[in-house]
């Protein structure tokens, strides 16, 4: 089992910037990617962004690229997202993901992770 923590999350004003953190922990090892995504109220839940655990390959949904940067520390088992150029439509539960499917970096679907944390508000204001 993997446990995922985000921490990060606020309010910030419109062309503001925030830096959000995921802290793994558990069986780390088994960890291929992990990503964020994010749920707006009323709208499913939708891939931001991934970054696998070696290697450093990423992936960034189009409505982010240019806006959004995706980091990790192994030796902390931290992932970070980098949020700059915010927009009232970034607004949105923020949650990370965990997988051990090798290939899943690509892959933007909700099933194709296995572990998630609670999630943490952005909020942002016009």
């Known amino acids: 089992q993997v446990q995922l923590v985000e921490s990060g999350g606020g309010l910030v004003q419109a062309g503001g910037s925030l830096r959000l953190s995921c802290a793994a922990s558990?069986?780390?090892?088994?960890?291929?990617?992990m990503a964020w995504f994010r749920q707006a109220p009323g709208k499913e839940r939708e891939f931001v962004t991934a970054?696998?655990?070696?290697?450093?390959?990423?992936n960034y949904a189009d409505s982010v690229k240019g806006r959004l940067t995706i980091s990790r520390d192994n030796a902390k088992n931290t992932v970070y997202m980098h949020m700059n150029s915010l927009k009232p439509e970034d607004t949105a539960v923020y949650y990370c993901?965990?997988?051990?499917?090798?290939?899943?970096?690509?892959?933007?679907?909700?099933?194709?992770?296995?572990?998630w944390g609670q999630g943490t508000q952005v909020t942002v204001s016009s």
């Open positions: 558990g069986r780390t090892v088994s960890i291929y990617a």
């Open positions: 970054i696998s655990w070696s290697g450093g390959n990423t």
């Open positions: 993901a965990a997988t051990g499917i090798y290939g899943s970096i690509w892959r933007t679907d909700t099933e194709a992770y296995d572990y």
